[in-house]
């Protein structure tokens, strides 16, 4: 079975900090993605990544960096957090686009 | 500007019956059509897919229709049972360069017992 773990279930961060959200995969997938689910607005894909220390743009990249260093991990850093940011954040992996494995999701709160 | 439409944001269906749960796209050159299925505290799982070769796919008590002409996707789920209780997000998959998925704002299916 496929296995996406994320770093944290809930985090609260106070506005300016800098936040680090983890996610490593366990099946050797080259495809990686963070997505951010807000209600109304469904998932939306922030970046993606289809090889280690190779980044590419999503729909709502501005406020967000990523870094792929090695294969199994993906993480996304907000560099200075913002109450607009407070959100479910999603991890997936995937050998093909047709399925991406979802990680349980990262619940943050910036106040 | 939003690609993927699903105008329902919620749905209740009695045990038993059929679920119909409906999405809307806006650009043609989609190749494949794909649900996923949301639990509260859980990531999405994938649930079916089809090609855009193709007008139905069928999983068991999943079916999802494609309507090319109409660019309309739905998802039969018969007969419901109070597990499928979920959120249910369609998605497209982009063809050229980098390949994407771009998700849909998410029915949530009620199914009473």
């Known amino acids: 079975d496929v296995k996406v773990t994320q770093s944290s279930r809930y985090l609260v961060k106070r506005t300016g900090e800098k936040v680090f959200l983890e996610c490593v995969q366990d099946?050797?997938?080259?495809?990686m993605f963070w997505y951010r689910q807000d209600p109304g607005l469904g998932l939306r894909l922030i970046y993606f990544?289809?090889?280690?220390?190779?980044?590419e743009k999503g729909d709502i990249p501005e406020g967000y960096s990523v870094s792929r260093e090695k294969k199994e991990r993906f993480s996304l850093i907000l560099e200075s957090a913002s109450t607009n940011q407070t959100s479910m954040y999603l991890c997936?992996?995937?050998?093909?686009?047709?399925?991406?494995?979802f990680g349980p999701g990262t619940r943050l709160l910036v106040l | 500007d939003q690609q993927v439409k699903q105008n329902s944001p919620s749905l209740s269906v009695q045990e038993g019956r059929i679920s119909i749960l409906n999405c809307d796209y806006t650009?043609?050159?989609?190749?494949?059509f794909l649900w996923y299925k949301k639990y509260p505290a859980e990531g999405p799982t994938f649930l079916i897919s089809?090609?855009?070769?193709?007008d139905k796919n069928e999983d068991g008590r999943f079916t999802v229709f494609l309507n090319k002409s109409a660019k309309h996707l739905s998802l039969h789920i018969v007969p419901s049972q109070p597990g499928d209780s979920a959120v249910y997000f369609c998605?497209?998959?982009?063809?050229?360069?980098?390949?994407?998925?771009?998700f849909g704002t998410g029915t949530k299916l009620q199914v009473i017992p």
């Open positions: 998605a497209v998959l982009n063809s050229g360069g980098y390949q994407k998925v771009t």
């Open positions: 089809i090609s855009s070769i193709k």
């Open positions: 099946m050797d997938h080259e495809n």
């Open positions: 997936a992996s995937s050998e093909n686009q047709e399925t991406q494995y």
């Open positions: 990544s289809y090889d280690v220390k190779m980044k």
């Open positions: 650009n043609s050159m989609f190749d494949y």
